[in-house]
């Protein structure tokens, strides 16, 4: 198979779970239109303005220490194969492959509804997780710069925020989040897959290096910012031999807090990655399944993802425990303690809406 270059999915897969109808050749013109047009042009982005009438989502999940989540972006640029997001695009008639990367979704108004949703009477603030699908600081960041005005509303309302992000764009909003971190409103934790410039190339190919994220999870905390480095997600045979010289170097950062989360293929992720795998690592692509399957494992049956509630990022068997004793014992070494994430709720103040100034 032919190398996507650039692009983290290899081909634009077509989902499946909404019987969607797959095109079957009928000898019709489309069968002929590389012969007729030519090659097919170079992949570019596109984005797409949207305009929803609410912008925080609220989940009741379990597991997961938030309520409450923006997502300004639809889609990602960074092109990262192993995203568990990329069905989120399924939903919408567009591939979780190659579509979910090219075709984006913006949310120009998104500061403007928060600001409104903010100043409802009945509104009660807990801490608002960004990044938790697609990454609030992708290149159309650039452009958009959604998130900055988000986070402008956040601080003046004092409303508590943490950011998941794969880049070092984080730092242009530096002035905001160390203003926000004096008031215990804000933690960022920043993605580190591998260390190796040309692996992470082929894995997320439009996320900043390696190297930047590390640099940047340094000049955050420097500046107050509490920070958390996210080894995550861990490939088996692939990226978990850079788990020790990752925590090593965020150790030495000053960073206080870290996690690690196994590789999860949910839905069209699974067959993307096997893709992935098949033209990237063949010689070691049946050793990579059959340990992720073996993580995977209930009542002794492999599965390529476990959607389950708790145990769905806590992976079990041999391979699991060894890892997991290994990021222990690399965190021991780094002297990264596991600070623990304390935000302030209390001071939150509603928000100027219509011209009408606060009393206070």
């Given at each position: 198979?032919?190398?996507?270059k650039?692009?983290g999915?290899?081909?634009?897969?077509?989902?499946?779970?909404?019987g969607?109808?797959?095109?079957?050749?009928?000898?019709?013109?489309?069968?002929?239109?590389?012969?007729?047009?030519?090659?097919?042009?170079?992949?570019r982005?596109?984005?797409?303005?949207?305009?929803?009438?609410?912008?925080?989502?609220?989940?009741?999940s379990?597991?997961?220490?938030?309520?409450?989540?923006?997502?300004?972006?639809?889609?990602?640029?960074?092109?990262?194969?192993?995203?568990?997001?990329?069905?989120?695009?399924?939903?919408?008639?567009?591939?979780?492959?190659?579509?979910?990367?090219?075709?984006?979704?913006?949310?120009?108004?998104?500061?403007?509804?928060?600001?409104?949703?903010?100043?409802?009477?009945?509104?009660?603030?807990?801490?608002?997780?960004?990044?938790?699908?697609?990454?609030?600081?992708?290149?159309?960041?650039?452009?958009?710069?959604?998130?900055?005005?988000?986070?402008?509303?956040?601080?003046?309302?004092?409303?508590?925020?943490?950011?998941?992000?794969?880049?070092?764009?984080?730092?242009?909003?530096?002035?905001?989040?160390?203003?926000?971190?004096?008031?215990?409103?804000?933690?960022?934790?920043?993605?580190?897959?591998?260390?190796?410039?040309?692996?992470?190339?082929?894995?997320?190919?439009?996320?900043?290096?390696?190297m930047?994220?590390?640099?940047?999870?340094?000049?955050?905390?420097q500046?107050?910012?509490?920070?958390?480095?996210?080894?995550?997600?861990?490939?088996?045979?692939?990226?978990?031999?850079?788990?020790?010289?990752?925590?090593?170097?965020?150790?030495?950062?000053?960073?206080?807090?870290?996690?690690?989360?196994?590789?999860?293929?949910?839905?069209?992720?699974?067959?993307?990655?096997?893709?992935?795998?098949?033209?990237?690592?063949?010689d070691?692509?049946?050793k990579?399944?059959?340990?992720?399957?073996?993580?995977?494992?209930?009542?002794?049956?492999?599965?390529?993802?476990?959607?389950?509630?708790?145990?769905?990022?806590?992976?079990?068997?041999?391979?699991?425990?060894?890892?997991?004793?290994?990021?222990?014992?690399?965190?021991?070494?780094?002297?990264?303690?596991?600070?623990?994430?304390?935000?302030?709720?209390?001071?939150?103040?509603?928000?100027?809406?219509?011209?009408?100034?606060?009393?206070?």
């Amino acid at each position: 198979m032919e190398y996507t270059k650039g692009r983290g999915a290899q081909s634009a897969l077509v989902p499946q779970r909404f019987g969607l109808a797959q095109r079957e050749t009928d000898g019709d013109w489309r069968d002929a239109v590389e012969t007729l047009d030519g090659p097919p042009v170079k992949l570019r982005t596109t984005v797409t303005e949207e305009f929803p009438k609410t912008i925080l989502s609220f989940n009741s999940s379990p597991d997961i220490p938030f309520d409450r989540s923006i997502n300004a972006y639809r889609g990602c640029e960074h092109g990262c194969v192993y995203c568990f997001a990329r069905p989120t695009h399924a939903y919408h008639d567009l591939s979780p492959g190659l579509d979910f990367e090219t075709r984006l979704f913006a949310k120009p108004d998104a500061a403007r509804l928060l600001r409104e949703t903010l100043a409802k009477p009945r509104y009660k603030p807990q801490w608002i997780a960004m990044g938790t699908n697609t990454d609030p600081y992708q290149p159309i960041e650039n452009r958009y710069r959604i998130t900055r005005e988000v986070l402008e509303i956040c601080l003046d309302a004092r409303h508590p925020v943490t950011i998941t992000t794969k880049s070092d764009r984080v730092l242009r909003d530096l002035d905001i989040l160390a203003e926000m971190a004096r008031h215990k409103l804000v933690a960022v934790s920043i993605s580190v897959t591998s260390l190796d410039p040309k692996l992470s190339g082929l894995l997320e190919p439009r996320a900043a290096a390696p190297m930047k994220r590390l640099a940047a999870l340094g000049t955050l905390e420097q500046a107050g910012v509490p920070t958390h480095c996210s080894v995550s997600p861990v490939i088996p045979a692939i990226t978990d031999e850079f788990m020790e010289s990752i925590i090593e170097r965020a150790g030495s950062l000053g960073v206080q807090s870290a996690g690690w989360i196994p590789l999860r293929l949910p839905h069209e992720v699974a067959p993307l990655f096997r893709e992935w795998l098949g033209v990237h690592y063949p010689d070691r692509a049946g050793k990579v399944m059959s340990i992720v399957r073996s993580i995977r494992s209930k009542n002794g049956a492999g599965r390529d993802n476990d959607p389950e509630f708790f145990t769905r990022m806590k992976p079990s068997g041999v391979w699991a425990d060894l890892l997991r004793t290994r990021f222990r014992i690399a965190c021991k070494k780094a002297g990264i303690s596991g600070a623990k994430l304390e935000l302030d709720c209390s001071a939150f103040r509603r928000p100027e809406t219509g011209g009408q100034m606060r009393l206070l």
